[in-house]
């Protein structure tokens, strides 16, 4: 194995690839040129090298751009039998770790992004600047909110007796105005996507026809959000409140259990991002992404969502790719700098073993042979 090559050493010229860019079938013979944390070039004649560029001949190897996890809950934390619920009850600076460590695991298993949707005691805006200033190794990471919904919804669980305005992992608000002053506060402490509990289904206490919050609450959430310029995504089951969220703008719909052809025709329509897939044929903008974390259901176990809609689903590896790739880069507002394998994006990218659009196992059957970030190999080498 090389060392593993960090930007400023000269150019990295990975040889002899095969090339799956994340949304057209895969290229054999390709030479692809990494000068700083960008592509330089893709083509299918090498460079010359110059004295200090480090060349790598990847024997036929895949390299394909990294992907992005969108439903991701860096703060949720499984002890075996003895898990506490998502992980709450631990102190702040114990939940950071956690939280460093999960995006860790994330970028392990090819995950150069991931994007927050719930997260306790306001940890992850912290972790993603300590990524940012090179403090700590992980993914690029959007941070999210604490779940923002209102009293008695299906996540404000501990008993009135106990004299509790809410838990770490939850903010109640009540009223369109208590909603504003909830997003800005969120975005103040770091924020960069706000998290609501529109509904109850989908592994909460409540019903899915529990609608949990007011018209004029999700409007003002989602009108503070966006003048604010972060994303904004609610945990969304019945059909009504997946219809009003997309009409009032929501940028993503995580579960949507009652999807149906108005509710994927709407999604369309808005180009509204979707929380896992059902619609891929009709056009509907769908992520990878779950609740990692939870008891029985830990983080690392990645892979076998990409099997599942490959083979319990039926998807093409190429479809799912997209997702993972594509799609997560324009999720995250990324698409001109990520999400592909082309002169002038980031060189976030994986090297895998096989072709992952040919069998998604030599994706999802092991960790990637080296997960490059900016052109900084981060896990595995090259």
């Known amino acids: ?76 934390h499984e002890l075996g039998s003895t ?38 005691n306001d940890v992850e805006p912290g972790v993603a600047r300590a990524i940012e200033d090179g403090v700590i190794p992980g993914p690029r990471f959007l941070p ?18 106990w004299d509790l305005h809410s838990t770490g992992a939850v903010r109640l608000c009540d009223g369109a105005e208590a909603f504003r002053a909830g997003v800005r506060t969120e975005i103040k402490r770091g924020a960069r996507v706000i998290k609501l509990f529109v509904t109850g289904g989908h592994g909460t206490t409540a019903p899915k026809h529990q609608t949990e919050m007011t018209r004029d609450e999700l409007a003002a959430a989602i009108d503070t959000a966006h003048s604010r310029g972060v994303l904004i995504r609610g945990h969304i089951v019945n059909k009504p409140a997946i219809l009003m969220a997309i009409e009032l703008g929501i940028d993503i719909v995580d579960h949507c259990d009652d999807m149906d052809d108005e509710v994927i025709a709407a999604l369309v329509e808005r180009g509204t991002y979707v929380v896992p897939p059902k619609a891929d044929a009709a056009g509907v903008k769908l992520l990878l992404g779950d609740d990692y974390g939870a008891i029985g259901f830990p983080h690392g176990a990645y892979a076998g ?26 999720v995250m507002g990324r698409s001109d700098d990520l999400g592909g394998v082309e002169a002038g994006k980031l060189a976030d990218l994986l090297v895998v073993d096989g072709d992952p659009s040919a069998d998604i196992t030599a994706l999802s059957g092991r960790q990637p042979a080296a997960v490059l970030k900016g052109g900084e190999v981060l896990a595995g080498a090259l």
Not at 4 to 20: D, E, F, H, Q, S
Not at 94 to 100: C, D, K, N
Request: aromatic content about 8%; proline content about 8%.
């Open 1 to 76: 194995m090389a060392t593993p090559y960090a930007p400023g050493m000269g150019r990295l010229i990975l040889t002899n690839a095969t090339v799956l860019d994340g949304e057209n079938p895969a290229v054999t013979g390709r030479t692809v040129v990494i000068d700083g944390d960008r592509i330089q070039s893709v083509s299918a004649a090498p460079p010359t090298a110059a004295p200090d560029d480090e060349v790598v001949d990847l024997g036929g190897r895949t390299v394909m751009p990294g992907m992005v996890t969108c439903h991701f809950h860096s703060t949720y």
């Open 83 to 120: 898990a506490a619920p998502y992980g709450n009850e631990y102190p702040p600076a114990y939940q950071a770790l956690i939280s460093a460590r999960n995006l860790m695991t994330a970028l392990q298993w090819g995950y150069t992004g991931a994007v927050g949707a719930g997260g306790s």
């Open 144 to 161: 999210s909110s604490r779940e923002l919904s209102t009293t008695g919804h299906s996540n404000d669980a501990s008993p009135w007796y």
């Open 305 to 330: 969502e990409l099997d599942l809609y490959v083979r319990e689903a039926h998807m093409a590896p190429l479809d799912v790719i997209r997702w993972a790739t594509r799609n997560g880069a324009a």
